[in-house]
């Protein structure tokens, strides 16, 4: 009988990690940084709205997932023929914020964490009493099959800097232009957040926490 039950727990174990797995987005593709692109002269400015401008993430760990939004500081794009050239735009890391949670039930506990911004445990996470603000500058578009582009920039979290590739699409209404991604995910040991990482650390047993940080990022932009 204990046989059995084992069998069984074994098989529903894999089943649920086959299921995480397959739920999860494609991962960007990740190298070293790369030289900005540049604009032409006679390039068209657009500003981020950040209002409207959202980074949605999910973090994975063996009892679930948590969930959450980032919100964008500052962002500037610039099109050349209505096709996108070149941008930056900054990441407000102090606004991140736990969405799977309500008020009272560990929402700002998890948020603090996230953060960094419970004494002695500042390097868990994002730090971001020291590192305030992450980084997106973008390094090449390129044309993908059914109208989307695939756009690569350098991202920079914790004074770590990587390029990534992943795909958007972009829509133009008059004035203003909407550029929204997939859900892709990056691994975030490669930008030093290693807090719960059995690829870092080796005596976690099952509370770890994924490397994978699944992203969705909205961003809105008028004409300057």
Not at 75 to 80: A, F, P, Q, R, S
Not at 219 to 224: I, P, Q
Request: glycine fraction near 8%; aromatic fraction near 8%; proline fraction near 1%.
């Amino acid at each position: 009988m204990k046989s059995v039950q084992l069998k069984f727990t074994c098989i529903l174990a894999l089943a649920l990690a086959l299921t995480s797995c397959k739920d999860k987005a494609k991962e960007a593709n990740t190298s070293e940084a790369e030289a900005a692109a540049i604009s032409e002269s006679t390039s068209q400015k657009y500003v981020a709205n950040v209002a409207e401008s959202i980074i949605e993430w999910k973090g994975f760990k063996p009892t679930g997932t948590h969930t959450g939004t980032i919100a964008l500081d500052t962002g500037i794009l610039k099109t050349d023929d209505g096709r996108l050239q070149s941008g930056t735009f900054l990441i407000d890391m102090t606004s991140i914020a736990v969405t799977d949670l309500e008020a009272g039930d560990g929402k700002e506990s998890l948020e603090s964490h996230l953060k960094g911004t419970v004494e002695g445990k500042e390097d868990h996470f994002f730090d971001v009493k020291k590192f305030p603000t992450a980084a997106f500058e973008i390094t090449g578009t390129e044309s993908i099959a059914a109208g989307n582009t695939r756009l690569s920039g350098n991202l920079t979290i914790k004074g770590q800097k990587h390029n990534i590739s992943f795909p958007v699409k972009i829509t133009h209404d008059g004035d203003f232009m909407t550029m929204e991604s997939e859900a892709f995910t990056i691994d975030r040991t490669k930008w030093g957040v290693n807090y719960g990482s059995k690829s870092v650390f080796d005596d976690l047993g099952d509370k770890f926490v994924n490397d994978d940080m699944e992203l969705k990022i909205t961003l809105k932009a008028s004409k300057s």
